[in-house]
């Protein structure tokens, strides 16, 4: 039982460029988030989906996108990387939708652009 | 606004030399409040969720309290591996709205 996993652990981009972190998880949870964590702010909300099917913005949408491919997988895409995107992405699921039950976090994917 | 504000940033303590760490909120109204350990590297780690004002919940070392503006972390006899950085989190109302503290960061020195 993996819990959440995300892919890759490590990125380095440049400005412009276009990248997806991948997300994954073997739980049968139905809400899916993504993360940013940087120094000194906390974690905040990029993107969550509720359920299959279902995408809605959180704090901090803008420069991002996601797809709820299933259920297991929840991808967030950058199409034009700025140096404001340095930061540390973590994706996390729940059973039950925002703030309901508790949140498993995967590992994080730490990405540089420059 | 709706703010989720930790105390202190950091905090150093020798092995057994008990302390608490606080997590203060403004809400429209509260639903629930999360702690989370997070070490370095790693993603954070599920601790604890308190739902009304007098609960209390404990696990090994820790134990969480929650008042009408405010939640605990009281570390009891705390050992080295208890150090990492501890968060808390409220959901709000808003169904997209979910704030987290910066954290506190827990160092134990043997």
């Known amino acids: 039982n993996a819990g959440v996993t995300q892919t890759p652990k490590f990125q380095v981009l440049k400005t412009g460029q276009s990248m997806t972190l991948q997300c994954a998880q073997d739980?049968?949870?139905?809400?899916m988030y993504w993360y940013r964590q940087d120094p000194g702010m906390g974690l905040r909300l990029i993107y969550y989906?509720?359920?299959?099917?279902?995408?809605d913005k959180g704090e901090v949408p803008n420069g991002y996108n996601v797809s709820r491919l299933n259920k297991r997988e929840f991808s967030l895409r950058l199409e034009s990387a700025a140096p404001s995107q340095t930061s540390v992405y973590f994706c996390?699921?729940?059973?039950?939708?925002?703030?309901?039950?508790?949140?498993?976090f995967g590992p994080g994917t730490r990405l540089t652009v420059t | 606004e709706d703010q989720v504000t930790q105390s202190p940033e950091a905090l150093r303590l020798q092995e057994g030399e008990s302390s608490s760490l606080n997590c203060s909120y403004t809400?429209?109204?509260?639903?629930?409040l999360f702690w989370y350990r997070q070490d370095p590297g790693k993603g954070p780690e599920f601790l604890f969720t308190?739902?009304?004002a007098g609960e209390e919940k404990e696990k090994e070392r820790l134990k969480a309290t929650l008042t009408k503006k405010e939640s605990f972390l009281h570390i009891t006899a705390p050992k080295p591996e208890d150090s990492a950085t501890y968060l808390c989190?409220?959901?709000?109302?808003?169904?997209?709205?979910?704030?987290f503290g910066s954290g506190t960061r827990l160092s134990i020195r043997p």
């Open positions: 996390a699921s729940s059973d039950l939708p925002l703030g309901v039950l508790e949140q498993y």
């Open positions: 809400v429209s109204g509260l639903r629930g």
């Open positions: 308190l739902y009304s």
């Open positions: 989906s509720a359920s299959e099917g279902t995408t």
């Open positions: 989190a409220v959901p709000y109302s808003s169904a997209s709205k979910i704030i």
């Open positions: 739980m049968n949870h139905n809400s």
